[in-house]
């Protein structure tokens, strides 16, 4: 339920599109006597409603989604005409068509009697700071790729990214070295990857009143198609090998290149996150100018936030910590008034599946540990309660409810904590054979877990079957 209010035309100069800003306000409205339920009763509006616009508490768009106005508000726009009647959505719309024609990724034409089109929405999503203020509004013209048929549309999907071991190991070294560490984005990355397969797009309406009838056929990958991801990696992988720059053989986003004087430069990316750092400075600036000739690229500066991970920077190095994801995580479980505790698990604490105990949501439980498992990514110190609640994934009982809860108001307790990464020389050591069997009252696990460390700063946990053998007797 919102005031009624009069919505301006605004022109928008665009070179081959013309936009038409105005929005019906009546496109999605209903008659109060419309919404009620009650059959051979007619309702009238109160006098004190005459100045509001009446919703649908449930309505259904045409998209086929169900929208909750009144826990929508002040989010992103539901559909294209909201986007549209407000500024700062509209010109992302506008930047997002700018830069498909800036990279020759669409191009209008009339579809082939032998074609067959896939259709496209608007898909809108506000990006944050770790701080919670906004940091950038993002419209993506997105492809419906699940309307594609493998053999027909695409051939291959698959797409490598970094793993985050590898990112906490480039940091650490870096650390370690002392070597500067700067993150970048590239803009709309997957417009970038080149077509193999002949695709054909709907154009998004009122954005082209003379040539409604024709389609877009793209040249390189659009969002949502299912062969995006894999285009985008070729292209990124194909100028790094043609820049002199080695590809890892065990990590196939991470690259080196050995510049004059002996010196390095090391960079992985994530999709369209990058993560670079070297010995030289110099190396590094000319890398960011190369990359924003070819791409159209972000620079963020110095390392603070890189996939979910944000970071400080201390004298002694860098803190690694995750307090904004904490902070969502205690919202979406409904723990931010919870009681906060020091002990991330009881002592001695032996979980079994009691078949006659109350069971929980099975759906629920796996989005917890799942959460609990990227938290792990800098803070070590809830393994231990992650791996005790991993085993039990499938039927969780009322116990194994009890002990994430206990896990996360230890995690309310310590929303500060994070990993030093110091700036000391590397040592690689590791704890083999550490047994972990008392997790459960199972006898025995499969493998004999180890903990990979540098400097004491964790980088990843491992599990090798044991290759001991027991003596007969």
């Known amino acids: 339920m919102k005031k009624s ?6 022109p928008m100069q665009v070179e081959e599109e013309d936009v038409e800003p105005m929005v019906n306000s009546n496109t999605r409205s209903t008659s109060y006597a419309e919404s009620s339920t009650r ?6 509006r109160p006098s004190r409603f005459l100045e509001y616009e009446m919703y649908s508490d449930a309505g259904v768009d045409e998209e086929g989604d169900i929208i909750h106005l009144a826990l929508m508000a002040g989010s992103e726009p539901l559909n294209s005409d909201d986007a549209l009647s407000q500024p700062l959505w509209r010109e992302a719309m506008m930047e997002e068509l700018r830069s498909t024609k800036k990279n020759k990724t669409r191009k209008l034409v009339d579809l082939p009697p032998e074609k067959q089109c ?15 203020t906004v940091s950038k509004h993002n419209a993506r013209l997105v492809a419906r790729g699940f309307l594609q048929q493998q053999g027909v549309y695409f051939k291959e999907v698959y797409a490598l990214v970094a793993r985050l071991e590898t990112i906490r190991l480039v940091i650490v070294i870096a650390c370690a070295k002392k070597w ?11 417009l970038h990857g080149p077509l193999e397969e002949e695709v054909y797009v709907q154009q998004p309406p009122r954005f082209n009143k003379e040539k409604e009838h024709q389609m877009y056929k793209l040249h390189k990958a659009l969002y949502g198609l299912r062969q995006a991801p894999s285009a985008w990696n070729k292209r ?38 990058l993560l670079v750092t070297g010995s030289s400075l110099d190396g590094i600036e000319e890398f960011k100018q190369m990359m924003k000739v070819e791409f159209e690229m972000a620079d963020l500066g110095r390392l603070n936030y890189f996939f979910g991970m944000e970071f400080t920077h201390t004298t002694a190095g860098l803190m690694m910590h995750q307090k904004k994801y904490v902070k969502d995580l205690l919202e979406r479980f409904k723990m931010t008034q919870c009681k906060a505790i020091r002990n991330p698990v009881e002592v001695n604490v032996k979980l079994r599946l009691d078949e006659d105990e109350k069971s929980m949501d099975e759906t629920t439980h796996k989005q917890l540990v799942g959460s609990l498992r990227f938290l792990c990514n800098s803070r070590p110190d809830l393994m231990y309660g992650f791996g005790l609640l991993s085993i039990f994934m499938s039927n969780p009982r009322k116990i194994h409810l009890i002990v994430a809860k206990h896990v996360l108001r230890y995690v309310k307790g310590t929303t500060e904590y994070g990993h030093k990464v110091l700036s000391i ?21 499969p493998g004999r877990p180890s ?10 946990p491992s599990v090798r079957r044991s290759e001991q053998k027991g003596m007969k007797t």
């Open 425 to 445: 020389d590397v040592l690689a050591m590791t704890h083999p054979n550490m047994d972990f069997s008392y997790l459960t009252e199972r006898s025995h696990l």
């Open 39 to 44: 059959p051979r009763r007619q309702a009238v």
């Open 180 to 190: 500067p560490l700067f993150s970048l984005d590239v803009k709309f990355a997957f």
């Open 236 to 273: 990124i992988d194909a100028f790094f090998s043609g820049n002199g720059f080695e590809r890892c053989t065990v990590e196939h986003n991470l690259y080196v290149k050995k510049i004059d004087n002996n010196d390095l430069l090391i960079f992985c990316f994530y999709v369209d996150d």
């Open 5 to 10: 209010r009069t919505v301006m035309q605004v």
């Open 451 to 460: 903990l990979f460390d540098l400097r004491n700063v964790f980088v990843t």
């Open 118 to 132: 896939i259709g496209a929405k608007w898909v809108f999503k506000t990006k944050l700071n770790p701080d919670g």
